[in-house]
């Protein structure tokens, strides 16, 4: 599932790919996504210019030069594919497989060379159109809360947030209010960098490891869209595929590994919170 990351490194890729050009048509092949693709995404924005692309936690905005902003969320599988020149380019790095057409459900038609496929397996997935006043205030964007790489996501935020919290430290991280754009993986990496207890109540938290942990939300999320980026830059087709992301990890995925960090010689542990997959080291993060 894409965390901010992964949809910060596919908002880079599109940034090169389709600022200035024009949308000339928009095929919808299936309009059934998490929510029904409305008509007017086509009417609005057919024949208009991409102005901007911007992110909003896990959300994708696309500005247009009619004062419209297409919000693209992908949901659990959505990928963006652009075709140039007849070459498949992966928007992000985080894409392992090539993609099959019927999973294709819209495509916007930049000109005859340059073409952009939204393909989503599992459909969870959508795209709607705004008036880009209006987008900050919709039912998506209202409610959530700082971006973590925002400056208002800083350790007073924190200090003022978590007192009223019954959450653990995992939770809050992944709840979208507090904190918008970090889902399960992240959260994992962050705590552990942190060397706080997946379990311990967020209310606990000393002044220290606030401001630790403002600090490592930060490091891990841009050290994910800097290694993805890494492959942006000399973006090569499908085939060209080079390194693996999961490498980076520190405790995800890695149960029975031994912890990354220094003189520690622990054990990482897998066990359940809110029925998500949490891994943690058995030995420094044991508080
Ligand atoms: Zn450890």
Known sequence: M??????????????????????????ILNKNLRYKIDKKLKKVAENQKVVSTKRKSKYLLIELSNKHTILLHLGMTGKIFILKNNKVFKTS??????????HNHFIFNFNKSEIL?????????????????????????????PDPL???????????????????????????????GIGNIYANEIIHLSTISPRKKVYNLSAKKISLLVKNVKKILKEAIRFG??????????????????QKFRVYNREGCTCKKKACGGLIKKIYISNRSSFFCSICQNN
């Open 2 to 27: 894409p965390e901010l990351p992964e949809v910060e490194v596919v908002r880079r890729s599109l940034q090169k790919f389709i600022i200035g050009k024009k949308i000339k048509k928009i095929e």
């Open 93 to 102: 790095f985080y894409y392992e497989k090539l993609f099959y057409e019927k």
């Open 117 to 145: 496929i939204y393909n989503d397996v599992r459909k969870f997935g959508f795209i709607k159109i705004f008036k880009t006043k209006n987008v900050k205030t919709c039912s998506h964007i209202k409610n959530l809360g």
């Open 150 to 180: 925002s400056e208002q996501f800083n350790s007073e935020y924190m200090k003022r947030t978590i007192p009223k919290i019954k959450k653990n430290i995992k939770n809050f991280l992944m709840d979208q209010k507090y904190v918008s």
């Open 229 to 246: 980026g890494s492959s942006i830059k000399d973006f090569r087709g499908i085939g060209g595929d080079k390194g693996n992301f999961q």
